[in-house]
């Protein structure tokens, strides 16, 4: 039995390596599949697919789509989308657009606090497509107008702070609604994040599973054994299946490596047979 991981991404939103990059980094840890699971973008699965023609690793299109669910952030994650829907395309773009126009106007919001950032330079030196605030920090850093990612964050960048902008995101049940539509299955991304207590936790997937999740990552490099274990018993107790995920990003999130993680992250092949 192979191992594989279902929550990786590529340049084509924050990670910082290719589609095919990844497809061949997967062959190097022995990976039997992926999933390539890029932020409100499938632009990135055609490559990796064209690559896993050279290298024996199976591709599972994915997807992941910031949502919010009574004014909190859900990430839910959508395997076996059909990426050549048209309309699942245009969707993303726009969902995608939201972000771009948030960052634009942090970056317009900063020049008023005499701080030299041009939008496109911050592009540059993420080397990737989509622009999350922790790349605006790290420009911010090197001008030398922060000491650290943190500090540009307490200064500017935080919520309350004077550059915060809010972002604009879809509903969790839309985030559901165009993930199925586009005939994929819908999980939630690491339920770790929420930091919730355990009544909290059942409360949030029973709900989510009225709207249409169907399964909860349950396997990721931050969860304790104890985590795991609770995310088990709660699927279990649901009747709700598990996936689970590297979340790999390369260099914005360093230490965390495609497939094991922090090391030891060991995400069974048996799990894709939930996904069928």
Known sequence: MGFIDLHVH??????????????????????????????????????????????????????????????????????????????????LHSIAQFREERNIRICSQLRAYDVDIDYEAVRAAAGCRMITREHIAAFLVAGGYAGSIRDAFDR????????????????????????QQAGGIAVLAHPV????????????FTMLKTMGIRGIEAIYPTNTAEDEQKFRSMAQELHMFITGGSDFHGMLKPGIDIGTGRGNLMIPQEILESLN
């Open 10 to 91: 590529s340049n084509i939103s924050d990670g910082s390596y290719s589609p095919s990059d990844l497809v061949r980094m997967a062959c190097e840890k022995g990976l039997y599949a992926f999933s390539l699971t890029d932020h409100d973008s499938v632009a990135g699965i055609p490559s990796a697919l064209l690559a896993s023609h050279s290298f024996p690793v199976r591709i599972i299109p994915g997807v992941e789509i910031s949502s919010e669910l009574a004014g909190k952030e859900l990430h839910i994650l959508g395997y076996h989308v059909d990426y050549t829907d048209l309309r699942f395309q245009d969707i």
């Open 156 to 179: 500017f960048l935080a919520k309350n702070r004077p550059c915060f902008i809010p972002m604009r995101r879809v509903s969790t049940a839309d985030a559901v609604r165009i993930i």
């Open 193 to 204: 994040q929420y930091k919730l207590t355990d009544q909290g936790y059942l409360q949030l």
